[in-house]
């Protein structure tokens, strides 16, 4: 097997390091290295890929920050000097966190991780017919919601607001753990906004309507919208 790879880190010697490694490991193909977060986010907005080497502290926008913008996020490997943003990575839910500086037989190791969770997805495509409901907590126990209901989700810090016509919700979560449990009907058209597609009344350059709330569209996610909803 195969994957797709680019490099984000913006110390050059350990993007050099990395690259370096990627080259040398037959399943591993390298389509770009980027020092900064954002030329990466250009990138992705144009190109998918299997696997993204993070560095978490960058200048401008860090690892996490990326991670919040992606609409679909493949996986993850974060590297850092510090061990402090264990739980944030935990909370984004990435593949693996290496310590810089990084050992060949440490890279080894993330790079078969991640190699038999691909293998495991690619033999296992479907694991039976997808759900239609989230489970939430409030006020100490577990109430279902089905997709139907639910208009849009808006991120407000450690915590996400889930819309539905009569109540909102409020859940500590992240925007990227919601997605992965959201169904296809609904899309992350902004870093802050989670959208149910069938739930849009309108659509203007840069804004969608859905409940009477205006929402924005980022541009590297209006392409994937439009592409998605039954134009005329």
Known sequence: MSLTCIIVEDELMSRKSLHR??????????????????KALDFLAEQSVDLIWLDVEMPGLSGFDLLEKLSSTPYVILTTSKTEYAYDAFQYQVTDYVKKPVTLPRFNLAVEKVLDLAARAKANPTAGP??????????????????????????????????????????????????????????????????????????????????????PISRANKAELMNRLNLL
């Open 21 to 38: 490694f990627c080259e040398q490991h037959q399943s591993l193909e390298v389509l770009a290295t980027f020092d900064n977060a954002r």
């Open 130 to 215: 997808e759900r239609q409901e989230i489970y939430i907590k409030t006020d100490g126990r577990y109430i279902r919601l089905p997709f139907d209901v639910i208009s849009y989700i808006e991120n407000t810090g450690d915590y996400v607001k889930i819309f539905t016509a009569t109540q909102t919700h409020i859940v500590y979560a992240t925007m990227k753990y919601l997605e992965e449990k959201l169904g296809t009907q609904f899309m992350r058209v902004h870093r802050s906004y989670i959208v149910h597609l069938d739930k849009i009344v309108d659509i203007e350059e840069n804004t969608l309507v859905v409940a009477n709330k205006v929402i």
